[in-house]
């Protein structure tokens, strides 16, 4: 069927272009999974060598003109470092979350162990003590599970002396356990199940968002921990782990978000280069405050965006005219200068040849959404019908070669709506030839 139809076109420059955004995406989420995992501590050599190595084969790809494996790829690629990066983070958060309750229990058995050997009969060892007492009040001490473990240990003679009552005795067996030769402290069974919820969230502000972003919790749960009052201190735990949770959730949104709009403003500086925009700059600069504020960040992403899709429009819609030009060129159509122009300028254009004359191809619509218009035109009103058909008839080869040229040069040109050969008159435009100017002499006006 050769009456007028309705295509879709997609180049291959902007397949290219495609390709090559997924390629730049990729470059980004790679150096971020890169720097995270460094920072915290989980990412060893050989990982990083093999994620160059399969980053280096996908950006092979492009060379090897491998675009529609490209396109299935690199974005699976993306989404893997996104969640391996989750997954590494929450082991470094899990480490840090068992490094701080430890540390409790260390503070707390230290706690239970002064206690002990002051109820005991032979006077403690003074430096000991001291040095407990520091452990106990969360002082950094060097060598603190050690001080703990002589503790013990001076505890553990003492309970084989007759000078110890039952009841010391049996609290010593609560806060020892001998292992391999030495004592160590004994985890608490009883240990306030809120603590250890509170420790994961301060550990994950720690370790994701710096030592800052957990100062004024830490400072809150000093207080609490120091209220005698059970009921208070209840209350005020439950109100901890709420503020906490929320806190850790809009970290973790905002870092998300910080990230999207670098992300955007590279991409955007990208294909623009710095001369074409001042937004990437604009960016770069309120990323680097203290504290961006988010709504800001929002509009600085929806700018980004918009300006992204309006240069690949752009560069796509060239592309689509060029392209449908060059290859009714090839077909014998004549293509004169400024005709992409015209065509961009009044939304359509009509070409005519010297093969067939009083008749040409009408093609329009707006390249930008990728769909065409195309159909073969009378330039006379007083026309043979029956030759309109034979004309029709015709274009409907040389339609079927155009897509064909627009394949081999890496594109694709698809139907998504067509009429039969005669099933409506063909369509009469009169084509100005003033002379003014060769814009004017390829806009047209259609008759009925």
Not at 295 to 313: G, K, N, S, Y
């Given at each position: 069927m050769s009456g007028p139809k309705v295509v879709r076109i997609v180049t291959r420059e902007e397949i290219l272009a495609i390709c090559e955004g997924h390629l730049h995406r990729l470059a980004q989420a790679f150096e971020r999974w890169r720097a995270q995992a460094e920072r915290i501590g989980e990412l060893d050599a050989a990982e990083l060598a093999a994620t160059?190595?399969?980053?280096?084969?996908?950006?092979?790809?492009?060379?090897?003109?491998?675009?529609?494996?490209?396109?299935?790829?690199?974005?699976?690629?993306?989404?893997?470092?996104?969640r391996d990066l989750a997954q590494r983070e929450e082991r470094a958060v899990g480490k840090a979350a068992q490094a701080r309750k430890s540390q409790r229990n260390l503070r707390e058995n230290a706690a239970s162990l002064l206690r002990s050997l002051e109820a005991g009969s032979s006077s403690p060892d003074p430096s000991l003590v001291e040095a407990l007492q520091s452990i106990a009040s969360g002082r950094a001490i060097v060598d603190a599970q050690a001080?703990?473990?002589?503790?013990?240990?001076?505890?553990?003679?003492?309970?084989?002396?007759?000078?110890?009552?039952?009841?010391?005795?049996?609290?010593?067996?609560?806060?020892q356990v001998e292992r391999s030769g030495r004592w160590v402290a004994e985890e608490h069974t009883s240990r306030e199940p809120r603590l250890d919820h509170i420790d994961h969230h301060i550990a994950q502000l720690q370790t994701l968002h710096g030592a800052s972003a957990a100062d004024s919790f830490l400072r809150r749960l000093e207080i609490i921990e120091r209220d005698p009052h059970a009921a208070q201190r209840n209350m005020l735990l439950d109100s901890l782990v709420l503020d906490l949770a929320s806190a850790t959730a809009e970290h973790q949104t905002r870092r998300s978000r910080l990230a999207?709009?670098?992300?955007?403003?590279?991409?955007?500086?990208?294909?623009?280069?710095?001369?074409?925009?001042?937004?990437?700059?604009?960016?770069?600069?309120?990323?680097?405050?203290?504290?961006?504020?988010?709504?800001?960040?929002?509009?600085?992403?929806?700018?980004?965006?918009?300006?992204?899709?309006?240069?690949?429009?752009?560069?796509?819609?060239?592309?689509?005219?060029?392209?449908?030009?060059?290859?009714?060129?090839?077909?014998?159509?004549?293509?004169?200068?400024?005709?992409?122009?015209?065509w961009a300028a009044a939304g359509s254009v009509v070409l005519r040849k010297m093969a067939t004359?009083?008749?040409?191809?009408?093609?329009?619509?707006?390249?930008?959404?990728?769909?065409?218009?195309?159909?073969?035109?009378?330039?006379?009103?007083?026309?043979?019908?029956?030759?309109?058909?034979?004309?029709?008839?015709?274009?409907?080869?040389?339609?079927?070669?155009?897509?064909?040229?627009?394949?081999?040069?890496?594109?694709?040109?698809?139907?998504?709506?067509?009429?039969?050969?005669?099933?409506?008159?063909?369509?009469?435009?009169?084509?100005?030839?003033?002379?003014?100017?060769?814009?004017?002499?390829?806009?047209?006006?259609?008759?009925?």
């Open positions: 160059g190595a399969r980053h280096e084969r996908l950006r092979r790809m492009l060379q090897d003109d491998q675009l529609t494996a490209l396109q299935n790829e690199v974005p699976a690629e993306i989404e893997f470092l996104s001080i703990v473990a002589e503790g013990f240990a001076r505890l553990g003679h003492d309970t084989r002396s007759e000078s110890l009552s039952d009841i010391q005795r049996d609290l010593a067996r609560k806060l999207s709009l670098g992300t955007l403003a590279s991409e955007l500086e990208t294909l623009l280069g710095q001369a074409g925009s001042a937004l990437p700059a604009q960016v770069a600069a309120y990323l680097a405050e203290p504290e961006p504020d988010m709504q800001q960040v929002d509009a600085f992403m929806q700018q980004c965006t918009d300006a992204i899709q309006h240069e690949l429009h752009r560069r796509a819609a060239f592309a689509r005219r060029r392209a449908v030009l060059d290859g009714l060129a090839s077909l014998g159509y004549e293509v004169r200068e400024g005709m992409e122009t015209a004359p009083g008749y040409g191809v009408e093609v329009g619509g707006r390249a930008e959404s990728g769909r065409l218009q195309v159909r073969a035109v009378s330039l006379s009103g007083t026309h043979d019908r029956a030759r309109d058909r034979d004309i029709e008839t015709i274009w409907c080869g040389e339609f079927t070669r155009l897509r064909s040229l627009i394949a081999e040069r890496g594109g694709e040109l698809t139907i998504e709506k067509a009429l039969a050969i005669g099933e409506v008159p063909l369509k009469v435009v009169e084509v100005k030839q003033d002379g003014n100017s060769e814009a004017s002499e390829f806009s047209t006006k259609s008759s009925s």
